[in-house]
């Protein structure tokens, strides 16, 4: 479409002439929108137009064309300078009904929400991801929503907001989400004067629906309402990302212990449940790990203390459902073809081994499920489908945080003993934790763990004098290539190796070496020229 002719009919004042244009621009340009350089200035003073538009009192259909053609052009951050204004940002702001500094407050757009009709429910749904297309592009429009405190009218949408409209919710939650992760005071903000912890786990209990039945234990309110409806798992996920910005770091002052052990609660539960397709499943499980990585080790403990179904005497009564999730997670991520290892991997093996190296039931639990006591030592480690063969393989792979997770999580099972280390792994996949980590000599590393041992199994007794410890297996004997030859035939292979030999010496690569008569190494023509010991002044005397 022609801009100029847009631009002109926003000028002209005709509502309807100007919802017919846009709605008719927002067709051709929603899923296939290019940025023409040509037309850049001309897409800037549409941004500004547009915003002119927004803020005289126009019908809401309006509303929502003008903000839907601002959502298409907020993708070229080349265009936002007109948005990304306190007076842009304000508009957009008291559309989206965010209630925040002393210009949000007095800005007459904010209405109850419970008297909007769907039309205007639309437009805030509009405004909202306006807002996130501009705060994502423009580092200007991040300075501005934190001067009008936009976290702050985000922070009292989410305390009002139970039953909202879906997707009013989740922009909330997502443009949340951005500012915390964009703006660090922002973030700081957000923990200390807002308790954003305390309101997004509120959140996260609300949309997963959980009942508490002990002091750290969730359960859903309906044991029947699985799984999680995609609107709820959609906001649930939004919420885990706010919350992972918050809790990157201690977080213990404002929030207290309490507090991050009610998260560890919810994380487990999640954990335990399913959404409507595996991917989406998957994906809720990834925020879980990601959110728990960030707590105190301490917190981790709510994993596993709560009621066994069933009885694991063997783990002293723990209940280790969420660590088997977690080991399923991860084989799910390492047999992931195409997956990126550091991004997908490396949080879940380094949640399991700080847990493992802090909690021994659940070092125990993961040791038996990923180094059982070991049988078959005729096959390389790194070979074969277990979860032992996977792990092994990623020590040597190219990535170096892969490489050193993976091992460190092996070394941690193993209770940091290079020798038990070792046992599982061989000398060759071992190597490179053994140098970073000075311990190549052998020993423990710094980490005190608890006596027990698990003892070997007789098959691994009677074959261990074989094993060769590079490889971690027991080789088949090589066959002596000389024994079939015929005396000919050693005779040429011999000269062969001479004549190589001869041509590396005489091309200066190897020096042949002799022994003088202290014992030290010389080269060969040197000995060769000390004068033989005279043996006979014994004779004369």
Same mark, same amino acid.
């Given at each position: 479409?022609?801009?100029?002719?847009?631009?002109?009919?926003?000028?002209?004042?005709?509502?309807?002439?100007?919802?017919?244009?846009?709605?008719?621009?927002?067709?051709?340009?929603?899923?296939?929108?290019?940025?023409?350089?040509?037309?850049?200035?001309?897409?800037?003073?549409?941004?500004?137009?547009?915003?002119?538009?927004?803020?005289?009192?126009?019908?809401?259909?309006?509303?929502?064309?003008?903000?839907?053609?601002?959502?298409?052009?907020?993708?070229?951050?080349?265009?936002?300078?007109?948005?990304?204004?306190?007076?842009?940002?304000?508009?957009?702001?008291?559309?989206?009904?965010?209630?925040?500094?002393?210009?949000?407050?007095?800005?007459?757009?904010?209405?109850?929400?419970?008297?909007?009709?769907?039309?205007?429910?639309?437009?805030?749904?509009?405004?909202?991801?306006?807002?996130?297309?501009?705060?994502?592009?423009?580092?200007?429009?991040?300075?501005?929503?934190?001067?009008?405190?936009?976290?702050?009218?985000?922070?009292?949408?989410?305390?009002?907001?139970?039953?909202?409209?879906?997707?009013?919710?989740?922009?909330?939650?997502?443009?949340?989400?951005?500012?915390?992760?964009?703006?660090?005071?922002?973030?700081?903000?957000?923990?200390?004067?807002?308790?954003?912890?305390?309101?997004?786990?509120?959140?996260?209990?609300?949309?997963?629906?959980?009942?508490?039945?002990?002091?750290?234990?969730?359960?859903?309110?309906?044991?029947?309402?699985?799984?999680?409806?995609?609107?709820?798992?959609?906001?649930?996920?939004?919420?885990?990302?706010?919350?992972?910005?918050?809790?990157?770091?201690?977080?213990?002052?404002?929030?207290?212990?309490?507090?991050?052990?009610?998260?560890?609660?919810?994380?487990?539960?999640?954990?335990?449940?399913?959404?409507?397709?595996?991917?989406?499943?998957?994906?809720?499980?990834?925020?879980?790990?990601?959110?728990?990585?960030?707590?105190?080790?301490?917190?981790?403990?709510?994993?596993?203390?709560?009621?066994?179904?069933?009885?694991?005497?063997?783990?002293?009564?723990?209940?280790?459902?969420?660590?088997?999730?977690?080991?399923?997670?991860?084989?799910?991520?390492?047999?992931?073809?195409?997956?990126?290892?550091?991004?997908?991997?490396?949080?879940?093996?380094?949640?399991?081994?700080?847990?493992?190296?802090?909690?021994?039931?659940?070092?125990?639990?993961?040791?038996?499920?990923?180094?059982?006591?070991?049988?078959?030592?005729?096959?390389?480690?790194?070979?074969?489908?277990?979860?032992?063969?996977?792990?092994?393989?990623?020590?040597?792979?190219?990535?170096?945080?892969?490489?050193?997770?993976?091992?460190?999580?092996?070394? *941690?099972?193993?209770?940091?003993?290079?020798?038990?280390?070792?046992?599982?792994?061989?000398?060759?996949?071992?190597?490179?934790?053994?140098?970073?980590?000075?311990?190549?000599?052998?020993?423990?590393?710094?980490?005190?763990?608890?006596?027990?041992?698990?003892?070997?199994?007789?098959?691994?007794?009677?074959?261990?004098?074989?094993?060769?410890?590079?490889?971690?297996? *027991?080789?088949?004997?090589?066959?002596?290539?000389?024994?079939?030859?015929?005396?000919?035939?050693?005779?040429?292979?011999?000269?062969?190796?001479?004549?190589?030999?001869?041509?590396?010496?005489?091309?200066?690569?190897?020096?042949?070496?002799?022994?003088?008569?202290?014992?030290?190494?010389?080269?060969?023509?040197?000995?060769?020229?000390?004068?033989?010991?005279?043996?006979?002044?014994?004779?004369?005397?």
């Amino acid at each position: 479409m022609d801009l100029n002719n847009i631009l002109s009919q926003l000028e002209a004042d005709n509502e309807e002439e100007i919802e017919k244009l846009l709605q008719q621009y927002n067709r051709e340009n929603s899923h296939t929108f290019t940025f023409d350089q040509k037309e850049e200035n001309l897409r800037s003073k549409l941004c500004q137009s547009l915003l002119t538009v927004l803020g005289r009192q126009v019908q809401p259909s309006c509303q929502k064309a003008c903000l839907e053609t601002l959502r298409i052009l907020s993708r070229d951050k080349r265009v936002l300078g007109p948005v990304a204004t306190r007076e842009g940002m304000l508009v957009l702001a008291g559309l989206a009904r965010l209630q925040g500094g002393e210009e949000g407050g007095d800005n007459q757009n904010h209405l109850q929400e419970d008297t909007q009709t769907a039309e205007e429910e639309r437009v805030v749904v509009e405004a909202l991801k306006c807002l996130c297309n501009v705060v994502f592009n423009s580092v200007a429009a991040q300075q501005v929503g934190a001067d009008v405190e936009l976290a702050r009218g985000l922070c009292a949408r989410l305390h009002a907001a139970r039953a909202g409209h879906h997707e009013v919710g989740l922009f909330s939650l997502r443009l949340l989400f951005l500012l915390s992760a964009l703006r660090p005071d922002v973030r700081g903000g957000l923990r200390r004067e807002l308790h954003a912890v305390r309101l997004l786990t509120e959140v996260l209990e609300h949309t997963l629906d959980v009942r508490w039945v002990g002091p750290y234990e969730a359960a859903p309110q309906d044991p029947q309402s699985l799984p999680i409806p995609a609107e709820d798992n959609e906001r649930a996920m939004e919420a885990l990302k706010a919350l992972f910005n918050l809790t990157l770091s201690d977080a213990g002052d404002e929030d207290g212990d309490h507090q991050l052990r009610l998260i560890a609660a919810i994380m487990r539960h999640l954990l335990m449940l399913k959404t409507e397709t595996e991917e989406k499943t998957e994906e809720a499980h990834s925020h879980a790990v990601n959110l728990l990585s960030n707590l105190p080790v301490s917190c981790l403990d709510v994993l596993i203390d709560v009621p066994v179904q069933g009885g694991q005497e063997e783990y002293s009564g723990k209940n280790m459902d969420s660590v088997q999730v977690l080991l399923d997670f991860m084989e799910k991520r390492i047999d992931k073809q195409g997956s990126n290892y550091k991004e997908g991997l490396t949080p879940v093996l380094s949640l399991m081994t700080e847990g493992s190296r802090h909690h021994r039931e659940i070092r125990r639990y993961i040791k038996a499920q990923v180094l059982p006591p070991l049988k078959d030592v005729k096959i390389r480690p790194e070979i074969g489908t277990t979860i032992r063969n996977k792990l092994v393989r990623l020590m040597t792979h190219v990535d170096m945080g892969v490489k050193q997770s993976a091992a460190e999580f092996l070394f *941690v099972l193993c209770k940091e003993s290079v020798d038990n280390l070792l046992k599982y792994t061989g000398y060759g996949n071992a190597a490179g934790l053994l140098v970073a980590r000075g311990l190549l000599a052998g020993g423990r590393g710094e980490t005190q763990y608890s006596d027990d041992e698990d003892s070997d199994t007789e098959e691994y007794k009677s074959a261990k004098p074989f094993i060769n410890p590079i490889t971690g297996h *027991v080789e088949e004997p090589l066959p002596n290539p000389i024994e079939e030859m015929t005396e000919e035939q050693k005779e040429y292979e011999a000269q062969k190796l001479v004549n190589m030999f001869d041509k590396l010496s005489r091309q200066n690569l190897i020096r042949p070496m002799g022994v003088r008569k202290d014992g030290t190494l010389a080269p060969l023509d040197e000995t060769l020229c000390q004068p033989p010991e005279d043996s006979s002044g014994s004779d004369s005397d």
